[in-house]
């Protein structure tokens, strides 16, 4: 029975720790787009997203990462021969990289906060593809455990990561013409206001 307990807790803090991760970064695209805005308005948003980011990773993302670490040791200690299985390896070496993905968030926090992170948007928009590659991974290998297809999975994480890239640069295309646009607006405005 403490088996069930253990995995529906973990999953739990699974989902609410990738929520928090994914949202986290897309506060810091944000935080990064505020240094654009005229004052007071950077000033406002910066400080608002300071707030934000650090509510989120507090009290939200490390508890998420807390729980499902410790409900997955306690997965383990209710079937400790699982430990000699080559996928648990691989995932856990995955997990390690998400954790280590986990505190380098936090470091980047503290550098917004102080006004030393020169990332762009864009940058960090690329930044948050990396949990979902992650993610992906660590959940068919806990499907599919030691009869995961490794051909078929490592072309489905390039085409994977191919999809994100060009997504994002396809986005950032958008914005610039959406920006365009909204400029040829703006001084057309103008243009018919100071003719009459």
Same mark, same amino acid.
């Given at each position: 029975?403490?088996?069930? &307990?253990?995995?529906?807790?973990?999953?739990?803090?699974?989902?609410? &720790?990738?929520?928090?991760?994914?949202?986290?970064?897309?506060?810091?695209?944000?935080?990064?787009?505020?240094?654009?805005?005229?004052?007071?308005?950077?000033?406002?948003? $910066?400080?608002?997203?300071?707030?934000?980011?650090?509510?989120?990773? *507090?009290?939200?993302?490390?508890?998420?990462?807390?729980?499902?670490?410790?409900?997955?040791?306690?997965?383990?200690?209710?079937?400790?021969?699982?430990?000699?299985?080559?996928?648990?390896?691989?995932?856990?070496?995955?997990?390690?990289?998400?954790?280590?993905?986990?505190?380098?968030?936090?470091?980047?926090?503290?550098?917004?906060?102080?006004?030393?992170?020169? &990332?762009?948007?864009?940058?960090?928009?690329?930044? *948050?593809?990396?949990?979902?590659?992650?993610?992906?991974?660590?959940?068919?290998?806990?499907?599919?455990? *030691?009869?995961?297809?490794?051909?078929?999975?490592?072309? #489905?994480?390039?085409? #994977?990561?191919?999809?994100?890239?060009?997504?994002?640069?396809?986005?950032?295309?958008?914005?610039?013409?959406?920006?365009?646009?909204?400029?040829?607006? *703006?001084?057309?405005?103008?243009? $018919?206001?100071?003719?009459?």
């Amino acid at each position: 029975m403490a088996y069930f &307990w253990f995995k529906a807790f973990h999953l739990i803090g699974v989902v609410v &720790w990738f929520a928090g991760l994914f949202y986290l970064v897309r506060l810091f695209v944000y935080h990064a787009e505020a240094s654009q805005q005229p004052e007071p308005a950077q000033t406002i948003l $910066k400080n608002q997203y300071v707030i934000m980011e650090k509510r989120l990773y *507090n009290i939200i993302t490390t508890p998420g990462m807390v729980v499902t670490v410790a409900m997955a040791i306690g997965l383990i200690s209710t079937e400790t021969e699982v430990l000699k299985s080559g996928w648990l390896h691989i995932k856990l070496a995955f997990v390690v990289a998400l954790l280590g993905y986990h505190f380098y968030c936090g470091r980047i926090m503290k550098q917004l906060e102080k006004n030393e992170c020169q &990332w762009s948007g864009q940058q960090f928009r690329a930044l *948050n593809e990396a949990p979902t590659v992650l993610l992906v991974v660590i959940v068919l290998l806990a499907v599919f455990k *030691n009869q995961l297809p490794l051909d078929l999975t490592t072309w #489905l994480i390039v085409a #994977l990561v191919i999809l994100m890239a060009a997504s994002i640069q396809l986005y950032a295309k958008k914005r610039r013409k959406d920006q365009e646009r909204l400029m040829q607006l *703006n001084s057309q405005e103008v243009s $018919k206001a100071a003719g009459t």
